[in-house]
């Protein structure tokens, strides 16, 4: 085997992965992780903390809400639930048996002012506030008995005395009632107007913007409802939480809709195609024999060369190699379709994909390797029975090749089956004891297990039986770092990097890279040098959606608000999968939303810094 194997590793930190896909070191799973295992704050508005979990982005406050706070919420709750029984019960008392609901009310009426707009130019000022005050609490008794166009009528009079926000809001409630919610939307907006921080108003806006499908304006008014409430508010953090969920899944779908289909980083490219062992090339194409140009046996030959070649320019002529063979014709067809379904999978195309690996296992049904890599594609589609069915049928027909053991052993994995996955990996072992990556993939699922000594055992094992593979100290670092031992984590992985220059020049793997900055980061708070790691891994691999998401978190973390926009949308630009998409917009729209916030609402700086003095970080 090649010694310098690169390969799908399951990140030691995956919790619940978004992504099916079982050979993607999975960026979001190991980011989500860090964040919530270090309880780190993200973006900083002085309290206000986003953490990301496995279902999303939880807001929560630094400042703990004391018990006294929650009580008396719920003792103005529980006066606020008296005072509406009393209006109701006010309002039932207006109901004169006998008569007719519109004369009984209008016969009550009679105390009631009746205004326009032209018998109010003759009211004085005085008289003005108390016809308001008298039109507002016969707009409540009428709204508590549910006659809401009555309601609006006096509400709509209130307001021609007196122009004041309560009243709009007051109205809107009578249009929220009503399904009306462009209305409410135009009466709350006026009410805020007047009073930026009502946030009854501001929730009401929310939820009307919500049912209008207007899912960004509602994600702002909601999160400056949370601001202004100092995050005290459940109902308001769980909408927040759900409108983030709602804007990145749109903005998810038409970004991936948009997305020309291009090649993931080199470094992602790697570690999916090295997972399978390296097999001879087709006979008659064997590296070195010349063929004529115009064949697509050369094309075949030259997309093999290339993919040896691991780097983003080899890559990218790999790709177009495979198509080439296929249009010219080949004499290898199956391994043909199996190549150009490959880059389509990893080109994020997946149908098609899904339909070339289909043909080649028809043309030639020996190769377990197409079912391999359908059952990851079927796996990336959320079909786990589709991909159980394909490991089956590749063990049918050869039970002996330790490629389907070890991605078998992925899935479960990733579906957190950890028994069945060591299983897995061992009998992989039992087959092929030069596979590096079994032996570093156990020792994970064993760390995942609490088998916490064995695990170390099977790292120092590889160590010395693969001294020279890189790869093991990236992971074995991983596991130091979970341990929180950065010296001895950070030492491996400086060996890691050593050998990833010395080894692979050209198509470095970052992975060592990034995990150094973020043990620099986690250890010492070291800010500069983590940085100074993730743009170099930058400068090799551009495209590395996880070394631009570990920098858009450095960033947040450093208050440098708009720059960690700028990598968030970066990074969802760069991922491959909808699931990914939508976890890193998630982040964008969350930093976006409370930029936006702040721009808006500049008068709450000063609160929120008042807050952050509570809070601290
Ligand atoms: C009208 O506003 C007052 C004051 O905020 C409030 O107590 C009352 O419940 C409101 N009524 C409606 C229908 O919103």
């Not at 100092?230 to 899944?249: D, H, I």
């Not at 075949?300 to 780097?311: D, I, M, N």
Request: hydrophobic letters at 35%; one cysteine or more.
């Amino acid at each position: 085997m090649s010694s310098t194997a690169g390969a799908p590793l399951q990140p030691v930190h995956s919790i619940a992965t978004h992504s099916a896909n079982p050979t993607s070191t999975s960026l979001w799973s190991r980011l989500s992780a860090f964040i919530s295992e270090h309880k780190v704050v993200v973006y900083t508005v002085g309290a206000v903390v986003v953490v990301a979990t496995a279902g999303g982005i939880y807001y929560i406050s630094q400042s703990a809400p004391g018990d006294d706070e929650s009580a008396k919420e719920k003792k103005s709750k529980k006066d606020r639930r008296k005072k509406d029984v009393k209006d109701s019960a006010e309002a039932q008392a207006d109901k004169v048996p006998g008569d007719s609901r519109k004369a009984c009310s209008s016969s009550l009426d009679n105390s009631l002012p009746e205004v326009d707009e032209n018998s109010v130019e003759s009211l004085t000022v005085e008289q003005r506030n108390s016809y308001a005050a008298k039109l507002k609490a016969a707009g409540n008794r009428a709204y508590g008995n549910h006659d809401y166009s009555r309601a609006i009528e006096l509400y709509s009079q209130a307001l021609l005395c007196k122009r004041d926000p309560i009243f709009f809001s007051n109205r809107s409630a009578c249009y929220n009632a009503l399904g009306d919610w462009t209305k409410v939307v135009d009466d709350t907006t006026t009410a805020l107007s007047m009073d930026p921080e009502y946030v009854k108003a501001l929730n009401r806006r929310a939820n009307a913007f919500e049912q209008l499908k207007m899912y960004s304006e509602a994600l702002l008014d909601y999160t400056a409802s949370c601001i202004i409430d100092g995050f005290r508010n459940e109902a308001s953090a769980q909408s927040v939480e759900r409108l983030l969920k709602k804007v990145a899944e749109a903005k998810g779908k038409a970004m991936l809709e948009e997305k020309p289909k291009k090649l993931p980083s080199p470094t992602f490219v790697s570690n999916y195609l090295q997972s399978f062992r390296p097999r001879p090339f087709p006979s008659g194409l064997e590296d070195g024999i010349l063929l004529d140009e115009a064949s697509g046996d050369y094309h075949l030959q030259r997309g093999l060369e290339a993919v040896k070649r691991k780097t983003a320019d080899a890559y990218e002529e790999a790709g177009l190699a495979f198509e080439q063979a296929m249009e010219l014709g080949t004499s290898h067809e199956a391994t043909a379709l199996n190549w150009r379904g490959t880059f389509k999978y990893l080109r994020g195309e997946s149908a098609s994909a899904l339909e070339d690996l289909s043909r080649s296992i028809e043309l030639d049904p020996s190769m377990t390797q197409s079912y391999i890599k359908r059952a990851s594609m079927s796996l990336e589609l959320g079909d786990r029975d589709a991909a159980a069915a394909d490991f089956q049928a590749a063990i049918d027909h050869n039970s002996e090749d330790p490629d389907i053991y070890y991605h078998r052993a992925q899935l479960h994995f990733i579906c957190g089956e950890f028994a069945d996955a060591a299983k897995d990996y061992q009998k992989s072992i039992e087959l092929d004891r030069d596979f590096i990556f079994s032996h570093i993939q156990l020792g994970v699922t064993q760390y995942k297990m609490g088998s916490i000594a064995s695990s170390m055992a099977t790292f120092r094992r590889c160590i010395k039986n693969f001294d020279k593979v890189p790869d093991v100290y990236n992971y074995y670092g991983e596991l130091l770092l979970d341990q929180q031992k950065y010296q001895e984590a950070i030492e491996k992985f400086d060996l890691a990097i050593e050998m990833e220059k010395q080894t692979k020049p050209m198509g470095m793997n970052v992975l060592p890279l990034i995990n150094k900055a973020l043990a620099l980061f986690q250890w010492k708070q070291d800010f500069s040098e983590a940085e100074k790691l993730c743009e170099r891994a930058l400068l090799l691999d551009p495209d590395c959606d996880i070394a631009v998401a570990t920098m858009a978190q450095l960033l947040l973390q450093q208050g440098k608000v708009h720059r960690a926009l700028e990598y968030f949308e970066r990074a969802a630009a760069l991922s491959r999968t909808e699931a990914e998409i939508v976890n890193a917009l998630s982040y964008a729209e969350a930093t976006r939303t409370q930029l936006q916030v702040q721009e808006k609402y500049p008068q709450l700086a000063s609160k929120l810094q008042g807050m952050a003095g509570l809070g601290g970080r």
